[in-house]
Nanobody
Framework: QVQLVESGGGLVQAGGSLRLSCAAS????????MGWYRQAPGKQRELVAI???????NYADSVKGRFTISRDNAKNTVYLQMNSLKPEDTAVYYCKAYLQLRFGVTNGYWGQGTQVTVSS
């Protein structure tokens, strides 16, 4: 069984910083990609940033230059460093990992979500 455990959310003032962490555990053959999505009230879930197995990263335009995604492959952990936070960054942030539990079969797994609230 696979678990994604997130941490690091909270309340911060505009202009502040937070760092989210997401650790994958279980019997994992390999990790293809790990990333972060967010969902604000009344809005669809959207991609924030993703880091694939080749180390390539992609960011939503709204967070480029402010957020940085990184991975520690030895710990099966992905991080999201969020700087210069804005009230519009307020959302529930979800970790997603594309995992192979056995060779050749990749599935996506979600974390439980962590609330990020940015006050103006």
């Amino acid at each position: 069984q696979v678990q994604l455990v997130e941490s690091g959310g909270g309340l911060v003032q505009a202009g502040g910083s937070l760092r989210l962490s997401c650790a994958a555990s279980g019997t994992i053959f390999s990790i293809n990609a790990m990333g972060w999505y967010r969902q604000a009230p009344g809005k669809q879930r959207e991609l924030v940033a993703i880091n694939n197995s080749g180390g390539r990263t992609n960011y939503a335009d709204s967070v480029k230059g402010r957020f940085t995604i990184s991975r520690d492959n030895a710990k099966n952990t992905v991080y999201l460093q969020m700087n210069s936070l804005k009230p519009e960054d307020t959302a529930v942030y979800y970790c997603k990992a594309y995992l192979q539990l056995r060779f050749g079969v990749t599935n996506g797994y979600w974390g439980q979500g962590t609330q990020v609230t940015v006050s103006s």
